[in-house]
């Protein structure tokens, strides 16, 4: 079955620490892939995306993924973490119009 | 100016009740979408509409029905609401049924007691 795995629920990451978030698919072909932040009470914001071309992607507030087809994953990065970057951060996929989240992984930023 | 709004921010009603749900893109796009997020934050597309046309109808009650009157709004109606009901609806809009990039609104809480 087609399916996105966030491994991780829950990140406990020091200020100015990295970050790195895992996020895995299973699907026939290479999807479109997405990486969504949700803050708290708030709608999600897009990230970053890659659809083809170079697996290094670079998005917004300093992050970026890495598209890794032998690993079927996409992960997350970021080299110094902000505490505004505390929220829940969401993969996702669309393969084939078949659009799907993974579970999130909550994000807290510590002092 | 807001890209994806939604009314109410949040809706706290009875069980049986019916209740709507607004939505209203600004950005042009052809597609908007209406998901459910659960209280463990799990987000589940629930209606997909390009151009007014419903494209996409997961596995949804039937007391939800979604209109869309012009592809720059996507209201949401809920009749009889259940306490498994209870989560927080999102809006979403993008240029194409393919999803692509989705843009989406603040939120409804909705809490049925």
């Known amino acids: 079955a087609q399916s996105v795995t966030q491994p991780d629920i829950h990140i406990t990451v020091s200020e100015g620490a990295s970050l790195e978030l895992r996020c895995n698919y299973s699907?026939?072909?290479?999807?479109?892939l997405f990486w969504y932040v949700q803050s708290p009470g708030q709608g999600l914001q897009l990230l970053l995306k890659?659809?083809?071309?170079?697996?290094l992607v670079q998005g917004i507030k300093g992050f970026e993924a890495e598209f890794k087809r032998s690993q079927s994953s996409f992960n997350l990065r970021k080299p110094s973490v902000h505490w505004s970057d505390a929220a829940e951060y969401f993969c996702?996929?669309?393969?084939?119009?078949?659009?799907?989240f993974g579970a999130g992984t909550q994000v807290v930023v510590t002092p | 100016d807001t890209a994806v709004s939604q009314t109410p921010k949040y809706l706290v009603t009875q069980m049986g009740n019916d209740k709507s749900i607004k939505c209203e893109q600004n950005?042009?796009?052809?597609?908007m979408y209406w998901y459910k997020q659960d209280s463990k934050k799990f987000l589940k597309i629930m209606f997909s509409?390009?151009?007014?046309?419903?494209?996409i109808n997961e596995t949804v009650p039937n007391r939800f029905s979604p209109k869309s009157p012009d592809k720059a709004h996507l209201n949401l109606h809920i009749n009889s609401l259940e306490l498994g009901d209870s989560a927080v609806y999102f809006c979403?809009?993008?240029?194409?049924?393919?999803?692509?990039?989705?843009?989406f609104g603040p939120g409804t809480r909705l809490t049925v007691t």
């Open positions: 979403a809009s993008s240029q194409g049924p393919e999803f692509y990039e989705q843009y």
């Open positions: 699907y026939g072909a290479t999807p479109y």
């Open positions: 890659y659809f083809s071309g170079d697996t």
């Open positions: 996702a996929v669309d393969s084939w119009g078949k659009f799907q």
């Open positions: 950005l042009g796009h052809d597609t």
């Open positions: 509409y390009n151009n007014k046309e419903l494209i």
